[in-house]
């Protein structure tokens, strides 16, 4: 099994993922429960998460404890991997169900710390109008909301409603462009999604938190307050394919709005050829009006602006995948692509 080890580094990954990817690599019998995963979906996090999911109704359980020492910072204990794997196989039936029936789909919060600044550009562009922002993938929309949250940067430069229950705390390498003070006003949010999570089922719920891993706490506590704010601003997510559904979408924007279309790592999951045709599809749009696109794929989020076909990089910077820091390239601020 490969490793859930993305960017650990800077603490993006998990220890404990790591050393129980090692044992299931060797372990016949986990293996076996792991080939139960439903047909294209990332193993290891599925796995993982309908374990932990399992082990969220016996907090009694022996691994139990080995979690929530993770969960404060401590060092996996030495037995971790013999008490996953007696849990594992002695509630093998629960673990299958979940294996069989739930996807990997998660909706990181964390990343409007990065998507922010490029709502903010434009802002900055389009004075007095209202933004549209259109997200593709969106999972439950979580990051439709982003104007409701509270934004916190390294540098001391805060953002967003001081009273939200979300603070979201990003360390901004290098410091942050210019940009205005306060947010645009919002007249239009919608999400594409193949299956929209809905965080009104409480068993939805779960099985999102069950996606996060056992160190990191901040996200499953930043995944509840947001969830909080959903369910009394409960954003459109449209079910279907982004590809059929976005030239609808896109004329349904007022016209009056500056429109965005943005996504987080969601292109990897289509086909080259599907790729180009969504270019495609905003560059046509974007004959009859301005569209900036805000893709944050790979290990880069940038904001175009395209119009007429012609397509201009305004904002370019790498980034943490969870949205803990951000830098800026200063010299990519405005690029004719």
Request: glycine fraction near 8%; hydrophobic fraction near 40%.
């Amino acid at each position: 099994m490969e490793e859930c080890s993305e960017e650990s580094d800077d603490g993006a990954g998990s220890r404990t993922y790591e050393i129980l990817s090692e044992a299931a690599a060797g372990d016949e019998a986990l293996l076996g429960l792991a080939r139960m995963c439903r047909l294209g979906q990332p193993i290891p996090n599925l796995f993982f998460a309908a374990v932990k999911r399992t082990l969220a109704s016996f907090p009694g359980a022996e691994l139990a404890e080995h979690y929530r020492r993770a969960r404060v910072g401590g060092a996996p204990a030495p037995d971790l991997a013999r008490a996953f794997t007696e849990f594992a196989l002695e509630h093998r039936e629960r673990v299958v169900q979940y294996l069989e029936t739930r996807m990997v789909q998660t909706n990181e919060v964390g990343r409007c710390a990065y998507l922010m600044p490029g709502f903010l550009t434009i802002a900055l562009e389009n004075p007095g109008r209202p933004l549209a922002v259109l997200d593709v993938g969106a999972s439950a929309g979580l990051n439709l909301n982003w104007d409701r949250y509270r934004y916190r940067y390294s540098s001391g430069v805060e953002f967003g409603p001081a009273d939200s229950g979300v603070v979201i705390d990003c360390d901004d390498r290098d410091g942050l462009p210019s940009l205005p003070a306060t947010f645009p006003r919002v007249s239009f949010r919608r999400g594409i999604d193949l299956a929209p999570v809905n965080l009104g089922d409480d068993e939805e719920f779960r099985w999102m938190q069950a996606l996060v891993w056992p160190e990191h706490a901040g996200r499953g506590a930043l995944l509840a307050a947001a969830r909080d704010v959903w369910l009394r601003s409960r954003p459109t997510v449209s079910q279907g394919d982004a590809l059929e559904l976005l030239p609808d979408a896109l004329g349904d924007v007022p016209e009056n709005a500056a429109l965005c279309v943005f996504h987080c790592h969601t292109l990897n999951q289509i086909p080259a050829e599907g790729r180009a045709r969504f270019e495609g599809i905003l560059r046509e749009a974007s004959m009859e009006r301005v569209v900036y696109h805000m893709p944050s794929e790979g290990d880069r989020v940038s904001l175009r602006r395209i119009a007429n076909g012609s397509a201009t990089t305004l904002m370019s910077a790498r980034r943490q995948v969870h949205g803990k820091w951000i830098a800026f390239d200063t010299h990519a601020r405005v690029s004719p692509e």
